[in-house]
C-alpha cells in the first residue's frame, strides 16, 4: 500500500502565498496537524517513509515516524512545483493576464510546467509503485495531484481532487 500526506500547515498557506519550493517551516497549527496525522497513522504497518526535502515535509514526516522508527528518505522528486518568479507572492496579486501569460509559458517566469512536475514526480513513483513495501510518502499538493493522476490514469489537465495540509489519502492499494 501506498499513502500520501500533504504537509502541515505553514505560514505561507495562511496568508496565500504562492511557497513553491520557498523553505517555510510548519507554523503551530501545522504541527498539531502532523501530531494528529501521526496519532491516525500510529497503528498502519509503514516500513519507509519518503518525503520532500523541504523543511515542512520533513517535520511533518519526522513527527509521523514517531510512532515507527523508520528510515525516512528525502528525495528531490518530491519537491513542489518551482513557482519561479512568482515564488512568495500572494495569490490575489495575480492578474488574470499575469496567470494566464504564466500558464501558457512558465518557463519564461523561471517556473516548471505542469509537465515537469509530472515527469521528475512519476519518475520517482515508478521507482516505488511495485514495492512489497507500506510506503508513506510526504510532501504537497502539486505532487499529490501529479502522482493521483498517473494512478488513476488521467491526463495532466484533468482536474483531481485536492488535499488539506496533514491530511491522509491512500495513493495506491
Known amino acids: ?9 505553514t505560514n505561507c498557506n495562511v496568508q496565500k502565498i504562492l511557497q513553491g519550493q520557498l523553505d517555510e517551516a ?13 496519532e491516525k497513522l500510529k497503528s498502519e504497518k509503514i516500513d519507509v517513509i519518503y518525503c520532500s526535502p523541504l523543511i515542512r515535509a520533513r517535520l511533518t514526516a519526522d513527527i509521523i515516524n514517531k510512532y515507527h522508527d523508520v528510515e525516512i528518505i528525502e528525495d528531490e522528486r518530491l519537491l513542489e512545483q518551482n513557482a519561479g518568479d512568482a515564488t512568495g507572492r500572494q ?21 516548471e510546467s505542469f509537465q515537469d ?24 499538493s502539486g505532487v499529490w495531484k501529479m502522482l493521483y493522476r498517473y494512478v ?16 491522509v489519502k491512500i495513493l495506491k492499494n
Not at 500500500?1 to 500547515?9: D, E, K, P, T
Request: proline share 1%.
Open 1 to 9: 500500500m501506498i499513502l500520501f500526506v500533504r504537509h502541515g500547515q
Open 26 to 38: 510548519l507554523n503551530s497549527k501545522g504541527i498539531e496537524q502532523s501530531e494528529e496525522t501521526a
Open 91 to 111: 495569490e490575489y496579486t495575480i492578474t488574470k493576464e499575469e496567470f494566464d501569460d504564466f500558464m501558457a509559458d512558465p518557463h519564461k517566469y523561471n517556473a
Open 117 to 140: 512536475l509530472y515527469d521528475r514526480n512519476i519518475d520517482f513513483f515508478k521507482e516505488i509503485e511495485n514495492s512489497d513495501k507500506n510506503i508513506l510518502i510526504v510532501s504537497h
Open 152 to 167: 488513476h490514469g488521467l491526463s495532466i489537465d484533468d482536474k483531481v481532487e485536492s488535499i488539506g495540509n496533514g491530511e
